[in-house]
């Protein structure tokens, strides 16, 4: 601010303002107790004095509540020199004892006015005391007066001004680096918002597993930022279930930030401590002393951290893992720190949602074309080995009996009822066939009507026995892509069972089983199989008929359990959830 002009205000703030209103007071009860000292308060003084307690009351209450208009010290400054006057004229001018009441005015003044405007108010002062002291008394004793006050006055004016002056610089100084420090704080958060939007747009747009894994602990150093070179000394993990063979789901490291090389083996069962707590409750958990963690307790990069906050990965009834972070300051995972990383956390699971979806996506892609494949194979194999078998035996019957017609007419007309018998047989293995890739009668009389005409026609073309029982009832139930799937679940397992089992009979059974779940079995009295032995080296066979069988179960929800051991037959259980309720109970029942 420019202060060449003498009328020109200072820099104003609220503790300089309250100052001004404290010297005033000061002043005020300096003047109080100096005309009570000679005198009893006349009723005209102790007006204006309470008059100037009333404004100097009002006059903190603007500055203190921040409501001070442009001029309000000027105001001041004029109210003061009239009250200073005209108790100056009360008491009776030099003949009083509050002669000094000018300092009323000029104390203000020296804190919000430069020095000549303080020089100006002393010299308004001077003059009006001078006027009323002439018409009270006599000029050469006024003349002394007055300049005994000039040097007060003025000599006050002077200290005071210095003394606001130097108040206001460091004031101003103060001022000016908080006003530094709130910009500085601000560039630094707009840098960090920025940097978040960037990571968050990466973490969205993003359908790669493990870049997904990758920008979310990126994410969370960049949210945390503060300018204070804390938050490289965080640990931080991502811990995923996995599961080898039959064993159970255990939380593996997939990536991580600090953590030693002794570390990256880390596996835990996610069922204790900080870890299970945030697991079952679905929560986030925040965490103190983490080397006396039961799970957490063994790691080495932990050893250091005092506290740790666990973020679960969970989207709906799937939990994936979690997000680990941990920290040498006991109290560094405040409030604020942890809303940052749940919102972070969201997020990730929202990107890690995507990502596997995508990636179950393409799986499901190479799946249908492996389908495709192999039903392009089995129709293959199928028609090699029967129609295409029987309609090269009918070419050579037909050209055996038409030389049998001219050498022995009798035994050429035995041929041709086995070449009848042969081309029926063979008629019905293509019906059949027809049959399975697209049962006509399932889309026109329903699943019952479907499975008592594949139970009849396998019974025609392969003397297969095969025995139905559906609860009519249930069928209504089931939604038509539902009994879509658990047809051709039932075909695929009859087929294995007429192929490889050697079963002299197959029952199938589809019955209600507890609350909005059906029970779909098939079984036979074959030779069976050890499951646990096929299942274990499944991968390395050509055939993909359990395949078949597990994936269609998912396909309606299901959950598949094949029971088998050599010598007494095969029994295949789907347990089909028929709501969505259903399904979460069944998938919780099969979790825990």
């Known amino acids: 601010m420019d202060y060449d002009s003498p009328m020109q205000l200072k820099v104003s703030s609220k503790p300089i303002d309250i100052l001004t209103s404290s010297l005033n007071w000061l002043v005020l009860l300096g003047l109080t107790l100096s005309v009570a000292s000679i005198n009893k308060l006349s009723p005209g003084v102790s007006v204006l004095l309470a008059g100037a307690a009333l404004w100097n009351v009002v006059y903190l209450f603007l500055v203190v509540f921040d409501r001070p208009w442009q001029g309000l010290h000027i105001l001041n400054i004029f109210i003061a020199l009239f009250i200073a006057s005209w108790l100056f004229y009360i008491s009776g001018a030099f003949g009083g004892n509050i002669v000094w009441t000018g300092l009323l005015a000029i104390l203000p003044a020296s804190i919000h006015l430069p020095l000549l405007g303080v020089l100006l108010v002393a010299l308004a002062a001077l003059v009006l005391q001078g006027l009323i002291a002439v018409s009270m008394q006599n000029i050469l004793f006024v003349g002394v007066y007055l300049a005994y006050l000039t040097v007060v006055y003025g000599g006050v004016g002077v200290i005071f001004s210095r003394i606001a002056q130097h108040f206001n610089r460091m004031w101003s100084q103060i001022e000016n680096e908080r006003l530094a420090a709130i910009i500085e704080s601000e560039r ?5 918002y920025q940097t978040i939007y960037k990571l968050v747009s ?16 990126d994410l969370a150093y960049q949210a945390l930022v503060t300018g204070e070179d804390i938050e490289t000394q965080m640990v931080s993990a991502v811990l995923l279930y996995e599961q080898e063979g039959n064993q159970s789901k255990y939380l593996k490291l997939r990536l991580s930030r600090r953590f030693t090389q002794a570390d990256l083996r880390l596996s835990i069962p996610g069922a204790d401590g900080l870890v299970g707590r945030a697991i079952e409750d679905g929560t986030s958990k925040h965490g103190q002393d983490l080397h006396n963690d039961p799970e957490l307790g063994r ?3 932990l050893k250091t951290c005092s506290s740790g906050y666990c973020i679960p990965l969970r989207a709906g009834l799937d939990t994936y893992g979690v997000l680990l ?9 405040n409030e604020e720190r942890r809303e940052i990383l749940d919102i972070l956390g969201r997020q990730a699971v929202a990107a890690l949602q995507n990502a596997v979806l995508y990636q179950d996506l393409e799986l499901e892609k190479e799946r249908v074309i492996d389908v495709q494949e192999e039903a392009r194979k089995k129709l293959a194999r199928d028609l090699h080995d029967g129609p295409t078998q029987s309609i090269a035996a009918l070419a050579m019957r037909v050209n055996f009996a038409r030389r049998l017609v001219e050498q022995d007419p009798k035994a050429a007309i035995e041929e041709l009822h086995k070449i009848e018998e042969l081309a029926r047989r063979t008629s019905k293995e293509i019906r059949h066939m027809l049959f399975t890739l697209r049962p006509l009668i399932f889309e026109s009389q329903g ?4 499975l008592n005409s594949m139970a009849e026609k396998t019974n025609e073309t392969y003397a297969q026995n095969i025995n139905v029982e559906v609860d009519p009832d249930l069928i209504s139930k089931l ?6 799937v658990i047809f051709y679940i039932i075909e695929e397992a009859v087929n294995n069972s007429r192929k490889h089992a050697h079963a002299e009979h197959i029952w199938v059974r589809l019955r209600e089983m ?7 079995e098939i079984e036979d009295d074959g030779i069976g199989f050890d499951a646990k032995r096929v299942e274990h080296n499944y991968e390395q066979r050509s055939s993909l008929g359990m395949i078949n069988l597990r994936e269609r179960s998912e396909l309606v929800n299901g959950h598949l359990q094949i029971d088998s051991a050599v010598g007494r037959g095969t029994t295949i259980r789907v347990v089909i959830p028929m709501t969505e309720d259903a399904a979460g109970r069944l998938r919780l029942g099969l979790d825990r």
């Open 188 to 192: 630094v958060g707009r840098e960090r």
């Open 202 to 217: 990466d973490l969205s747009a993003t359908l790669n597993y493990n870049r997904v894994l990758e920008v979310s602990l």
């Open 299 to 301: 790691v080495i990069a």
């Open 325 to 333: 972070f941990a920290h040498p300051m006991k109290e560094f995972f």
């Open 447 to 450: 699943l019952i009507a479907a």
């Open 479 to 484: 939604e038509t892509g539902k009994q879509g």
């Open 514 to 520: 507890g609350e909005d779940l059906a029970l779909l």
